[in-house]
C-alpha cells in the first residue's frame, strides 16, 4: 500500500466513477484501477461493487474510506507543521460553529487561546444544515462546536463546555420582560416566532403542547439574526438558549414548568492524527471558566 493508493481510492469513493476519479488524481483510468485491484488484493476484500452506473462502495470499502480520511488528514499535518517551521508560516485551524449557537461566550475563551498559541490563525466557519461531528472525522473541519454531544465514536474526543437553558425571549419594552416567571398562559396570548433552525424545535413544540399552549407562529426563519431582530423589536417572542442572544434589546425569562436546557460540546478527532494546536485548544477549553 502506497500514498497514492489512498488519494485514488479516496477520489474514486467520493466520485464512484473510475473515469472521473482518474482524472482528478492525474493519471489514467487503466493505472488507477489497477491501482485499486492491488489495494483490494491487498486487503483479500473487494472494496467497490463494479454495477455500471450503480457502482457503489462495500463495507469494507466505507470503512477504509473513513480510515484513509484520517491518513490523509495526517499528511496534511505533517506538510502544515513543516511549512511552519521552515517557512514561518502560521498553522490554519478551521473550526465550524453550529449556527444556533451565539458568539458571547466564545470571544474571550478563543481569545486566550490565540495568545497561547501565536503561531495559529483560527477560520470560524458555520456548520450548513445536517453538518456535525461527520464534517471532522472528513477533515473537513479540525474542530466543530455542537449544541449536543454526537453518538458516542472512539475516533471522537468530546469536551463538554457548558449547559444552557431554554427560555423565554422578548424585547426588553415587552410586557412579559416585567415577570420573574411566564406562564404558558401568557405565552400563547401574544405573536410568536418560530426558530427553524434550532436542533430542539421538536422538544419546544411538545413541552408548549404539553402546557396547552399551541403555538401558531405566522412568521418562522431558520436564520437567528432574523428571528432574533423580530423579537428585540417587540413583534413576537420565542424560545431560546439563553446564552445565544446577538441582537441587542432582548431579555430572558424562565417559562413556568419548562425546564428543557443542552450542553455544548467542542468535537475534534481523537489520537496523534490531530494537530497539537487543535489539541492544546480542546485542552483549554476543558479547562476554561464558561461561567
Not at 46 to 67: M, V
Not at 110 to 132: C, R, T, W, Y
Not at 141 to 151: E, G
Request: glycine share 6%.
Amino acid at each position: 500500500m502506497d500514498i497514492n493508493q489512498v488519494r485514488y481510492f479516496l477520489n474514486l469513493a467520493e466520485t464512484l466513477n473510475f473515469t472521473e476519479a482518474a482524472r482528478r488524481s492525474g493519471v489514467s483510468q487503466p493505472s488507477l484501477t489497477r491501482a485499486i485491484q492491488r489495494l483490494e488484493e491487498d486487503l483479500g476484500s473487494p472494496l467497490i461493487y463494479r454495477d455500471g452506473k450503480d457502482s457503489r462502495l462495500t463495507a469494507l470499502g466505507r470503512d477504509i474510506q473513513a480510515e484513509f480520511m484520517r491518513i490523509e488528514l495526517a499528511l496534511r499535518n505533517v506538510r502544515e507543521h513543516s511549512e511552519s517551521t521552515v517557512l514561518g508560516r502560521r498553522r490554519i485551524l478551521d473550526i465550524a460553529v453550529a449556527p444556533t449557537i451565539g458568539p458571547a461566550a466564545f470571544a474571550a475563551f478563543f481569545d486566550a487561546a490565540l495568545g497561547e498559541l501565536p503561531s495559529v490563525k483560527i477560520n470560524m466557519h458555520q456548520l450548513l444544515a445536517g453538518e456535525g461531528a461527520n464534517e471532522v472525522l472528513s477533515g473537513k473541519y479540525h474542530a466543530c462546536i455542537l449544541p449536543r454531544a454526537p453518538r458516542p465514536n472512539p475516533k471522537l474526543n468530546v469536551v463538554p463546555l457548558f449547559r444552557e437553558r431554554f427560555l423565554l425571549a422578548c424585547a426588553e419594552s415587552h410586557p412579559l420582560a416585567g415577570k420573574d416567571v411566564v406562564s404558558t398562559e401568557a405565552i400563547a396570548a401574544y405573536p410568536y416566532v418560530d426558530r427553524l433552525a434550532c436542533e430542539f424545535h421538536t422538544e419546544i413544540t411538545e413541552h408548549l403542547m404539553d402546557h396547552d399552549a399551541v403555538m401558531q407562529p405566522r412568521f418562522s426563519a431558520d436564520r437567528e439574526d432574523w428571528v432574533q431582530q423580530v423579537v428585540a423589536e417587540g413583534r413576537a417572542i420565542c424560545i431560546m438558549p439563553e446564552r445565544s442572544i446577538i441582537v441587542q434589546g432582548i431579555v430572558t425569562r424562565p417559562v413556568e414548568g419548562i425546564s428543557l436546557e443542552r450542553e455544548l460540546v467542542f468535537v475534534t478527532v481523537s489520537g496523534s492524527g490531530t494537530p497539537l494546536e487543535i489539541r492544546k485548544i480542546a485542552q483549554s477549553a476543558a479547562r476554561h471558566d464558561w461561567s
